[in-house]
């Protein structure tokens, strides 16, 4: 029992936070501009050190405010300003309980309006 304790905290000290889902989600195309990007993460993040930004296709960044940590810590979210049809890209970058910094980028495309 107290190997398997030894164990199970040993990885969880290891543990970085990794994004568990995305939403829009990585490579969709989406048919009407999201509002928010919103990215729910396996470990408690903390929010002094989240970073979230969508970029568009020109590199313009088109966050409305400050990104904003989830009252449970895994969740972490953007609002956007109004965007058009296009590609974007999602930036992040967390930290989790442990230390451990993680970062990445993701993209999604809004579609076109049909006629």
Do not use: C
Request: without cysteine; neutral net charge; hydrophobic residues 40%.
């Amino acid at each position: 029992m107290v190997i398997g304790l030894m164990i199970l905290l040993s990885r969880r000290a290891l543990a970085h936070a990794s994004p568990v889902s995305e939403q829009p989600g990585d490579g969709a195309t989406v048919n009407s501009a999201p509002q928010s990007v919103v990215i729910r993460f396996d470990d408690r993040i903390e929010a002094m050190f989240a970073t979230l930004k969508v970029l568009d296709g020109s590199g313009d960044d088109v966050t409305s405010g400050k990104p904003v940590v989830g009252t449970d810590r895994h969740q972490l979210s953007v609002k956007l300003k109004p965007i058009a049809a296009g590609s974007y890209t999602v930036k992040w970058s967390v930290v989790a309980e442990d230390g451990h910094r993680t970062q990445g980028f993701y993209a999604f495309t809004v579609a076109a309006p049909k006629p």
